[in-house]
């Protein structure tokens, strides 16, 4: 089995041409990699977490090219079997495969979230997505109170933006 490394060389030469895809998912890891630590995810856990953040996004080149868009929802319905190929292609265990495949159906559906992986993907992508998109302190403070679960993800996203800790 490849690890990360590969996968991440294999998802920039995916991305080719795409600078912000890149750099997107690269951010996304980091804040999966800082986030599951911080909460003390076991390390199979952590395994998976971070590869679906690497692969999270696979599903917008297709989605660009069938759809003229990167919707979330045409991300969840392309991702999937995308990020399976590339990591059966890297010899990963099926298990993770299918919990990857799995993050990547559902990283832009945030209700009924299920495990600390799930949980952990939603916020790394929020802290990245309302930067890049260049949202507001009150924006981060609703996306705070309404989605994010975790101690780790909320000092993050309260030191990033500024905002009032939770009391």
């Avoid at 990360?4 to 890149?22: R, V």
């Avoid at 995810?41 to 989605?63: C, F, M, W, Y």
């Avoid at 952990?120 to 981060?140: K, P």
């Amino acid at each position: 089995m490849a690890g990360n490394m590969e996968l991440i060389h294999a998802m920039i030469a995916y991305d080719f041409g795409m600078p912000k895809q890149i750099q997107h998912f690269l951010k996304v890891y980091e804040f999966a990699h800082l986030i599951g630590n911080g909460e003390g995810l076991p390390e199979n856990e952590q395994k998976i977490l971070e590869t679906a953040a690497i692969v999270h996004d696979i599903g917008i080149r297709n989605s660009l090219k069938l759809y003229g868009d990167s919707d979330g929802k045409h991300q969840e319905q392309l991702g999937p079997d995308e990020a399976g190929r590339m990591l059966e292609d890297l010899e990963y265990p099926a298990e993770v495969i299918s919990r990857v495949k799995f993050l990547v159906g559902h990283h832009h559906t945030y209700h009924d979230i299920t495990g600390a992986d799930y949980q952990i993907l939603v916020e790394a992508d929020f802290l990245v997505n309302l930067y890049e998109d260049g949202e507001s302190a009150d924006a981060a403070l609703r996306v705070r109170d309404k989605l994010f679960k975790t101690k780790t993800g909320k000092e993050i996203l309260t030191q990033m933006f500024g905002l009032e800790p939770e009391k």
